[in-house]
């Protein structure tokens, strides 16, 4: 009997075994689901490739084509990399329409395969690395070969109307392309913020020089089987050869994050990947690397850093570049004084307003002096060749300057400081191997497209008469009953009465006091005095008439309507708690938006805990911990309307002069109407190291991204250093890094030594600090950053907690 059952057993496991099994072909009708990752993919015959949902993080997914052996499955294709899907309820479904759909969660779509589908009966895997989709005769009629991300393979075709994009760190497009351009030159370009320049081949040689026919109509490019990368604008059809060129090895040509194109072989014993054939041999040749005003240079590792007079725009991202000390102002009345900083042997390369040539230095200074655009210039000493620059990109220190160098000429302020800031400069020779960049190169820039402008065509040519005969009987109306309103208007109210009127009305609709530009110019005199820049916009030092100190934030990017702008500003008019800046005044004048807000005495929490500017003691720094959770409980649950912040950290967080936290900056912020279920959210919001899982996963996002980021803090608090210093100490992602600590920390906590939590005690506070406080937020930390977001507490229980281990220590 017991064998009868030990059979039965055996043949109910069967077919779910024989489920799990790695196929290479998905039926009509079939789904992979994301619940099943490490055993339902598809797999190509050989066993190279696989295919399937791929984890980018801990709750996020992808649809993606990967090597099977090798380290960290190296990801050759992925559908809609920008979108990934969430960890539960995602699918891959090849509908009976034969369209294959990726869809998330909730059924939305996130992506599908386009064109003409009829007849498809089922998508294979192929050896080549290749998804297919095939109709009953066996011939393709879709294929993930023809939409490339990153990486070609060898026989996957590069053509006019194929590109690879780089990935960033992020898992999302990056700035970086690789493709034909309209002269059929195959091409490395730098694309990003409005710039498009070819970096590859070397933009300074012609196509002769660079081995290249231009105009080749043909624009085709593939790897062989034997490491030889053919082109169809190559000179004399000679392919570009790998380092260890013969058969038998896998291959793959990847545009990488720091925009340079490789192709590396795998070692099948280990699973690791080698180089054996790079584009730019040196990094710093490589546009957009250390972004805007960054300069790279070699020391002796590719490096970079910022001229004097900038500084490092976003810590950790150098994809940000650098922003000037002090900006140049300008004005039409008067001319900001200027100097010029001599930078020997630096290039900045392209922005060229101009070329004068046979011109002296001081009229090239000149040039630059009397154009406000012009942010400096390079002059060639010889031909008289000046190169006025519109802007500071692809910057880089030769390495080995000569006299035919131009030399490079920084524009600054007069009274900019840089006595004892050294300029950048290599130093060393270079290898033209072998050369990684140093930069913790980190980019989540995203590109926006704009809807062009037509012009009229000639048969609309005789309606623009008649509208404007109609356009201006209306104007003349509109001004003969406006000139009736004020004559009747003045006849009962004086001039001062009638704007005390408007600005009465105004302030009590808007809770705000309106500014003009011209106040908040002689407030800030002039913009002089930055006290910081974040990601909403620059922030200034002011002092109003009645002498009282403002902090004036310009705000960037501002897209709503003038409508949509003061709705969103009489919101956050009504939100008042100690624990929040007070929002004085706005302006909001032609394309000048501009917020006044209370000064703060001593700046930001990142600056006095992380720069040593003032030494936390532990009783200020858990007054902190409550004080921000009170404003965070009173903006998720008291305040008249439900405000996520969406932008939680350190920066965000200022201290008056009694050490007392406000939270700052809702410009990230989203004003959600309490009970609200259909919130989209588009792209990854927030700071590196303090965004909540579900920004990735493409959740409904709550208030509970907040209580994530608050969490980090805590630690921070706790640790007296930044969670993203450890990541970069450890060379890996913030989330990991984040995860492995905050699963030691959950260790420690259950064990209950006292001993251990010491430890991880900012050691600046020589052991000066209360076992039981730090222990409550070391345990809100751990249930604050929960990847489930639904164990993570609310701002309202958070408050409680601190409440009573403050009462708690104030009875011992």
């Not at 070969?145 to 990935?167: A, G, Y």
């Not at 002011?542 to 702008?565: I, P, S, T, Y």
């Not at 977001?789 to 409440?803: C, D, N």
Request: charged share 20%.
């Amino acid at each position: 009997m017991a064998t009868f059952f030990m059979i039965l057993l055996l043949l109910s496991l069967l077919p779910l075994h024989l489920s799990a099994a790695p196929r290479d072909t998905l039926l009509l009708g079939s789904s992979l689901s994301v619940e099943e990752h490490q055993t339902d993919v598809l797999q190509s015959p050989e066993g190279t490739f696989s295919c399937g949902f791929h984890s980018i993080y801990e709750s996020a997914f992808t649809f993606s084509i990967w090597y099977t052996n090798s380290v960290n499955k190296t990801v050759v294709w992925t559908a809609n990399r920008d979108r990934p899907v969430h960890a539960r309820g995602a699918v891959v479904t090849l509908r009976k329409d034969g369209t294959m759909v990726l869809t998330d969660y909730d059924g939305a779509v996130v992506w599908q395969t386009e064109g003409d589908l009829v007849g498809v009966q089922y998508a294979r895997l192929l050896d080549t690395g290749n998804l297919v989709m095939a109709n009953s005769s066996g011939m393709v009629v879709w294929q993930s070969f023809d939409s490339p991300t990153d990486t070609l393979l060898p026989t996957q075709h590069i053509t006019s109307t194929t590109t690879l994009v780089s990935t960033t760190h992020l898992h999302v497009p990056g700035p970086y392309i690789f493709h034909f351009t309209d002269s059929s030159i195959l091409s490395l370009i730098y694309d990003d913020a409005g710039v498009h320049e070819i970096y590859w081949p070397n933009p300074d040689n012609g196509e002769y020089q660079n081995d290249r026919n231009r105009y080749n109509s043909t624009r085709l490019g593939f790897i062989d089987d034997t490491g030889r990368f053919f082109s169809s604008d190559f000179a004399n059809q000679q392919p570009l050869v790998a380092s260890d060129e013969g058969v038998g090895i896998k291959r793959r040509l990847t545009l990488d994050p720091d925009g340079n194109l490789r192709l590396y072989s795998l070692n099948d014993s280990d699973g690791r990947w080698s180089v054996s054939w790079i584009a730019v041999s040196q990094p710093c040749n490589i546009h957009g690397l250390c972004g805007p005003n960054g300069i790279c240079h070699y020391f002796p590792t590719p490096t970079c850093s910022c001229p004097p007079g900038y500084v490092m725009s976003q810590p950790g991202n150098w994809s940000q570049g650098c922003r000037p000390v002090v900006d140049i102002v300008c004005t039409a009345k008067k001319a900001q004084p200027v100097k010029f900083l001599r930078l020997p042997g630096t290039d900045f390369w392209g922005s060229d307003q101009q070329h004068p040539d046979k011109v002296s230095l001081q009229a090239c200074k000149n040039i630059c002096r009397k154009d406000c655009t012009c942010k400096g210039f390079q002059y060639q000493q010889g031909t008289g060749t000046c190169y006025p620059k519109a802007s500071l990109y692809n910057g880089k220190a030769y390495t080995a300057p000569t006299i035919s160098t131009p030399m490079m000429y920084l524009k600054l302020p007069v009274g900019v400081n840089i006595s004892g800031i050294s300029v950048p400069q290599t130093n060393v020779l270079i290898s033209p191997r072998k050369q990684h960049l140093d930069c913790g190169q980190m980019s989540a820039s995203t590109l926006e497209l704009f809807p062009e402008i037509h012009k009229s065509s000639q048969g609309e040519a005789k309606w623009f008469y008649f509208y404007g005969f109609a356009g201006s009987i209306f104007v003349l109306e509109a001004f003969f009953i406006a000139s009736a309103w004020c004559f009747v208007l003045r006849w009962e109210l004086g001039a001062s009465e009638i704007q005390a009127v408007e600005e009465g009305y105004n302030a009590l609709t808007s809770n705000f006091r309106r500014y003009s530009y011209k106040e908040l110019v002689k407030a800030t005199r002039k913009f002089k005095d930055e006290l910081g820049k974040g990601g909403s916009g620059i922030v200034y030092k002011g002092v109003l008439d009645d002498n009282r100190e403002v902090a004036v934030k310009m705000l960037e990017n501002v897209r709503q309507c003038e409508e949509e702008f003061q709705a969103e500003l009489r919101i956050i008019g009504r939100i008042n708690h100690m624990n929040l800046v007070r929002i004085w005044g706005v302006c909001s004048e032609s394309s000048h938006r501009m917020l006044v807000t209370e000064y703060i005495e001593n700046g930001s929490l990142a600056h006095v805990l992380f720069k040593g500017h003032i030494l936390l003691e532990w009783r200020q720094r858990f007054n902190i911990a409550l004080g921000v959770a009170k404003g965070l409980a009173y903006l998720h649950h008291e305040c008249l309307e439900w405000v996520i912040h969406c932008d939680v950290k350190p920066e965000n967080i200022l201290l008056d002069r009694n050490l007392e936290p406000k939270i700052a900056d809702f410009g990230l912020a989203k004003l959600l109407n309490r009970g609200s279920s259909n919130q989209n959210v588009s792209r990854v919001r927030g700071t590196i190291g303090y965004i909540a899982p579900e920004w990735i996963s493409s959740l409904q996002i709550t208030a509970k991204v907040d209580v994530y980021s608050y969490g980090v803090v805590l630690l921070e608090l706790v640790l007296g250093r930044r969670v993203l210093d450890m990541a970069l100490a450890a060379n890996e992602e913030v989330h990991k890094v984040l995860r492995k600590y905050v699963a030691m920390l959950a260790l420690m906590l259950d064990k209950e030594e006292p001993s251990s939590i010491a430890e991880v005690v900012d050691c600046r506070l020589s052991g000066q600090f209360n076992y039981m406080q730090v222990r409550t937020l070391i345990k809100l930390a751990v249930s604050c950053v929960d990847e489930d977001r639904s164990k993570r507490p609310t701002m309202e229980s958070i408050v409680q907690m601190l409440l009573l281990a403050d009462e708690s220590c104030s009875m011992c």
